[in-house]
């Protein structure tokens, strides 16, 4: 008889978290310019904004935090993260960063030129940030599949299209290509895997016309366990034996810690190409602190030296993606439109098909993530018109992005399956009486479009 089987762990520490009124929560929503990223933390009640920096951390990294060497150079905290992240990701050389976007930005800096493109499945927002600084233009070649948030099933919606790839390369020339950039998993288009026959294929292509591969790798144990469970021949590999072949197709790979190192801080740039190394750690030294800290903590580099391992135990994965599957499930069975299958870090939801009388050019992703909160305290995170629309350059028109979502990323070992009770129950309410919702108005964006949604101000259309 198999049992039903609960979370790989035990809970010791509880965080309070406080109701509201539905009232008072409409008024922190107005004077945060219906920006959720403007209200307090302390004025949510289940918070899936992001999943970044949100893990609970374990005995063994709150026990490995009093190891910590503080010393300024070659800090033995250093040697035991470099040992476990070499383990890991079988490359050489480890230049810790303060968290993932220091990382990106030394990317940026080393492989990214004025002028020129970076290709990938889909850029991650921050590499947009800095793409935009250079002068660089990303390129996303995201599986046509996976840029359709009704599709049907695909077990690796995150693969780049290589037949765009060829096509892209033929038609600007390889030398005006600066890098290929595969994000695993793929957040943007609902958190989807890449396949390792993907990766590799991806790589090859690269190599024969001299573009070299990065992995922004900050969920890779997640794309891990989803090749050993959804791609031929890798059943019966380890994550580790998955993780390592992963890496072996690629030059370099950056790291928002945050995600899959379980810890609430921290990055990684790794390389296997020593001159790229040394381009590396001149830049930490100007922008993050010394080689062997990169803008961290001793603490903090041991607690993900612990945190990467226990990362890739297949267990906490099988608990993991199984807990983002069970809230899924749930909305679909409220015939909530969401991305399927579900990724490794949370549910997206469809919001085109969630409010269709909404147009883009009135924020449907970002409407329902203001009623979310509005009759839950639930806070989640737009990933549409607002985090991804943009001006053409030259006529000035306004150009909309295929993939209008709202992202419900749900943190690491932190909530119960009532707290998701609790979400999905918001969400079948709102989607109950969803023609009565009008649109948002945006009022403010910042002067890089590329990141408008961390600091945009709306009004409610009446």
């Known amino acids: 008889m198999r049992f039903m089987t609960a979370e790989p762990f035990r809970i010791k520490m509880i965080e309070r978290v406080k109701k509201m009124t539905k009232k008072d929560r409409q008024q922190w929503l107005k004077e945060a310019g219906y920006n959720i990223f403007k209200i307090k933390a302390e004025n949510v009640y289940i918070d899936c904004l992001t999943d ?34 070499q383990d890991i990701f079988g490359i050489p050389f480890v230049q810790p960063t303060h968290q993932g976007r220091g990382a990106d930005f030394i990317m940026a800096q080393i492989y990214c030129e004025t002028g020129k493109y970076a290709l990938g499945n889909m850029h991650f927002d921050t590499f ?16 046509d599949v996976g840029m359709d948030a009704a599709s049907e099933y695909h077990p690796f919606k995150g693969n780049i299209d290589l037949s765009k790839m060829q096509r892209f390369i033929d038609e600007k020339g390889p030398e005006n290509i600066n890098v290929v950039i595969i994000t ?57 034996e998955i ?20 810890v609430n801080i921290g990055g990684l740039f790794v390389t296997r190409n020593e001159s790229v190394y040394h381009k590396a750690n001149h830049l930490a030294i100007v922008h993050e602190g010394f080689i062997t800290y990169g803008g961290m903590a001793g603490r903090d580099l041991e607690a993900l030296a612990v945190g990467l391992q226990e990362a890739c135990d297949e267990q906490y994965l099988e608990y993991r993606v199984g807990q983002i599957n069970y ?34 050019c009135e924020f449907p992703s970002q409407r329902l993530v203001c009623a979310l909160y509005e009759e839950a305290g639930v806070r989640a995170a737009e990933l549409g018109a607002c985090a991804f629309g943009r001006k053409d350059p030259e006529s000035g028109e306004d150009i909309w992005p295929q ?14 399956n009532n707290h998701l009770d609790v979400i999905a129950n918001a969400l079948d309410y709102i989607y109950k009486k969803r023609d009565s919702y009008k649109g948002i108005h945006l009022v403010y964006q910042g002067p890089m479009v590329s990141l408008r ?3 945009a101000s709306f009004e409610l259309l009446e």
Not at 68 to 81: N, R
Not at 329 to 353: F, Q, S
Not at 403 to 416: D, G, H, K, Q
């Open 52 to 85: 970044s920096g949100t893990s609970a951390m374990s005995s063994e990294q709150w026990s490995a935090l009093m190891l910590g060497d503080e010393s300024y150079a070659g800090c033995k905290s250093f040697y035991k993260l470099e040992s476990s992240v």
């Open 128 to 143: 947009r940030g800095n793409a935009e600084i250079i002068g660089t233009h990303p390129v996303d070649l995201v599986l």
């Open 184 to 240: 695993i998993t793929c957040n943007n288009n609902g958190g989807q895997p890449v396949s390792m026959k993907n990766i590799r294929e991806v790589s090859e292509m690269a190599k024969k016309h001299n573009i070299p591969v990065v992995i922004d790798s900050a969920r890779m144990a997640e794309n891990a366990y989803f090749i050993k469970t959804r791609e031929e021949g890798y059943k019966d590999k380890t994550i580790k």
């Open 243 to 262: 993780t390592r072949e992963m890496f072996s197709y690629c030059e370099t790979t950056v790291m928002s810690s945050k995600k899959d190192g379980l």
């Open 327 to 360: 809230l899924g499930e749930k909305l679909k069975k409220n015939n909530i439109p969401i991305i399927i299958p579900v990724g490794g870090h949370g549910v997206y939801i469809d919001g085109k098909r969630f409010f269709p009388q909404i147009p883009q």
């Open 403 to 416: 993939l209008e979502v709202m992202r419900i990323a749900i943190s690491r070992r932190v909530y119960t």
């Open 453 to 455: 949604h961390f600091t």
